[in-house]
């Protein structure tokens, strides 16, 4: 069946950049996302990008997709504390299709 | 900012009793979904309505049920609350159609069973 993975725990200082990595399996989804999430919230959409693009950025995020080896990532420029969260990766159909699969979440903590 | 809404936030019960997660949105989205998210972080589907009086049963077996009688509501129900029920439950809606298909999130529900 379908199947994302991320790595769960990333560690970065202050004014580093973080990249937080993800595969999949299923080669038909249509969109790829992320998402974040903050202590005792639920998850917020941050980014997307469809699966005939390379890559896309917006201000300090920068997504690439590898549609060859199913591989998702996620780049933040000059990490705040603001940006310590979990960070879930899915995948999905889009809107006419079905679920959204949803790896395990990654821990970014920033450190000052 | 989604505007998908969970009540109560924070619950306290003790084992046995009855109790009733409120999930509303006022995006008039179709699908909407429950999921349990575990201290691991890990998200697991328990249940999703693609419209009204539509419920299905998600990739993780639940003994919750739920119910969709109104396109904007969606409460999910444990008749019996037990100490392994004892998670974060997050509601989340989408829109059908075309679209990125992209989840909107409410706060979550974080149920504490004694």
């Known amino acids: 069946g379908e199947d994302v993975e991320q790595s769960l725990f990333l560690s970065v200082r202050e004014g580093d950049s973080s990249v937080i990595n993800c595969t999949y399996t299923?080669?038909?989804?249509?969109?790829l996302y992320w998402y974040k999430q903050e202590p005792g919230a639920g998850l917020q959409l941050l980014t997307y990008?469809?699966?005939?693009?390379d890559m896309k950025q917006d201000q300090r995020l920068t997504v690439l997709l590898n549609k060859k080896d199913k591989h998702l990532s996620l780049r933040i420029a000059d990490t705040q504390t603001g940006d310590s969260a979990i960070y879930f990766c899915?995948?999905?159909?889009?809107?006419?299709?079905?679920?959204?699969?949803f790896g395990q979440g990654t821990e970014l903590s920033v450190k000052p | 900012e989604a505007d998908i809404y969970q009540t109560p936030r924070y619950l306290v019960i003790g084992t046995g009793k009855k109790i009733t997660l409120e999930c509303s949105q006022t995006?008039?989205?179709?699908?909407m979904y429950w999921y349990q998210q575990d201290p691991g972080m890990e998200l697991h589907l328990i249940h999703y309505?693609?419209?009204?009086?539509?419920?299905e049963k998600g990739d993780l077996s639940s003994e919750s049920t739920v119910s969709r009688i109104r396109t904007e509501h969606f409460p999910l129900t444990l008749e019996s609350a037990r100490p392994s029920h004892t998670s974060q439950y997050l509601c989340?809606?989408?829109?059908f159609g075309r679209g990125t298909g992209e989840l909107f999130f409410g706060e979550g529900s974080r149920l504490t069973v004694l």
């Open positions: 989340a809606s989408s829109e």
């Open positions: 299923d080669s038909s989804s249509t969109y």
């Open positions: 990008i469809f699966s005939n693009m």
């Open positions: 899915a995948e999905g159909p889009g809107g006419q299709g079905g679920k959204l699969i």
């Open positions: 995006m008039g989205h179709d699908k």
């Open positions: 309505s693609y419209g009204v009086n539509s419920t």
